[in-house]
């Protein structure tokens, strides 16, 4: 008898009326994450995250996470609108190699404003390219670079 009157007693929080303080706490650490997270995104891209990514900073990030990062290069930026080609609406353009990598050529887009930022990553979504997108950098990787250095690099770049 003892066991069946038990079983149909309701919860505490619903006896009282209180909810949790787990759920509270469950509630504000989803709602943080979820701002992180969307931080990071293409759409919130330049909503007051801070000064504007330079490739020193996105190499020293790489470097800052173990990666032996070379001969990084000025290359040009743009260029003339081709079919077949992306957009050119990056404002600079950096090359770099992760040594040690059979594939391990990238290269770093620096936008002036969120809109080229989009349109260049659609363009490279559409096609199957490997980039990473933060703020207002893209870094175009090679397709065969082993997923274990994209990953140390898209986890460094997400520090910035």
């Avoid at 303080?21 to 801070?50: C, D, V």
């Avoid at 330079?54 to 032996?68: D, E, K, P, T």
């Avoid at 743009?78 to 770099?96: C, L, N, Q």
Wanted: aromatic share 6%; proline share 7%.
């Amino acid at each position: 008898m003892f066991d069946r009157i038990h079983a149909t007693r309701a919860p505490r929080a619903a006896r009282t009326g209180m909810r949790r303080p787990r759920h509270r706490a469950l509630l504000l650490a989803s709602l943080l994450l979820t701002s992180l997270f969307s931080a990071g995104s293409p759409a919130g891209a330049q909503s007051g995250e801070g000064r504007p990514l330079s490739a020193a900073a996105i190499v020293a990030a790489f470097r800052h996470a173990g990666l032996a990062i070379d001969r990084l290069q000025r290359q040009p930026a743009g260029g003339d609108p081709s079919p077949g080609e992306p957009p050119p609406t990056e404002r600079e353009a950096w090359g770099f190699i992760v040594r040690g990598q059979a594939h391990g050529d990238g290269r770093i887009l620096l936008f002036a404003t969120a809109r080229g930022r989009d349109a260049k990553a659609a363009w490279f979504r559409r096609f199957g390219v490997r980039v990473l997108v933060r703020r207002d950098a893209i870094v175009w990787l090679d397709q065969k670079m082993a997923p274990v250095v994209v990953a140390r690099l898209r986890h460094a770049l997400e520090v910035i």
